[in-house]
């Protein structure tokens, strides 16, 4: 095999090893990481909007639909579904995603802090409570 097919493959299959092992992410170490977002935000039973709006339930949700909390005209017709790829390009950076959106976090630059971020997320249903 030619040097340079031996390269492509090892390149392939780090690529797709290293997209696999943080695909998941850790629920526990998300909570962690997610204290760079409680200024703002809260999730489990009885949250409530701060200055962002509460985010149990995001994943999977429409943007900008929140009960109860005035999101930007940006947010809420970007026609956005925060599914995991759409929610991992929103923390990373969701003033590049979503021009004109109200949110001044800078975002998350690791892969393995968004995707335990995002497990962490997971955890909370719309009421707050683990989903069923």
């Known amino acids: 095999m030619p040097a340079f097919s031996r390269i492509l493959m090892i390149a392939v299959l780090v690529a797709l090893g290293g997209g696999a092992a943080h695909a998941d992410g850790d629920p526990d170490k998300g909570a962690k990481v997610f204290k760079k977002c409680m200024p703002c935000h809260r999730v489990g039973p009885g949250a409530a909007a701060l200055v962002g709006p509460p985010l149990n339930g995001v994943v999977g949700a429409k943007a900008g639909e929140v ?51 995002i497990a962490y997320l997971k955890t909370f249903g719309p009421d707050g409570n683990p989903p069923k």
């Open 67 to 117: 009960p109860n909390y005035a999101f930007s005209d940006a947010l809420k017709n970007s026609g956005l579904v925060f599914d995991e790829a759409t929610l991992a390009k929103w923390l990373r950076n969701p003033r590049q995603l979503v021009p004109g959106n109200r949110m001044t976090f800078a975002g998350l630059t690791k892969d393995e802090d968004i995707a335990d971020v």
